[in-house]
């Protein structure tokens, strides 16, 4: 189920000044009555929408941004271990949402830091799992093969690695990694190759590697903004 944050994301008419992007109202922009489309917001449309979209979802509301994306999203979901309090998820959930990931499971500790998700959470499917067990449990329900990523021995390098289509990608926390018992319940673990001095690399940039990796080798890429 999606936890909306507080904040909202829409400014008002008042604050266009410091949201260069997105578009005014729509008279302002088309000279012209808006279209009788019951995917358009009205609030939206007379104040404008300066909300982090693309642009062919302007004006439209989250319920019907959601329902278009529910109908292409991707079988592939996105783990991560929030066990003390990982400042990386924002960063996890929107990359998850720019992939059109399933959903994204957050395992241990149930508030997050939202502010690098950029509201894009309003948009993503998120789930929240106790413990370890809690996901593997949801993952073998829902036919999900579980593919932890970590650098450690006996890892397959993500690069050469066959993704299972309908998997459920899973990081741990900066600094340790994926816990021992997520790793013992993965059908697979995958490494991303590195040839510098640091001994890992943001968990929030892995997830994006991972899921990028899966999407050169499933996603129909035609449908592509």
Partial sequence: MNEAPPEQDLPGPTEWGEHPHGVGPWRAEHDTPP???????????????????VDAYRYWTREAIVADIDARRHPFHVAIENF?????????????????????????????NRRGAMVTDRYQHLEHHASVADLVEYAAAH?????????????????????????????GQEGPGVTDHAKDAAAMTVSIAQFGSTRSINAGVAAGIAMHAWIRQHADLSTAW
Avoid at 42 to 53: C, F, I, K, S, T
């Fill in 143 to 171: 036919g999900l093969a579980v593919v932890a990523v970590d650098n450690v021995p006996g890892a397959v390098p993500l690069e050469t690695a066959q993704l299972p289509r309908e998997c459920l990608l899973l990081f």
């Fill in 35 to 53: 279209p009788d489309d019951p995917r358009l917001d009205p609030e939206l449309l007379e104040h404008g929408d300066r909300r982090n979209v």
């Fill in 84 to 112: 003390g309090h990982d400042a990386n998820i924002g960063t996890v959930v929107r990359t998850a949402n720019a992939f059109a990931a399933a959903a994204v499971h957050i395992v241990g500790r149930r508030r997050w």
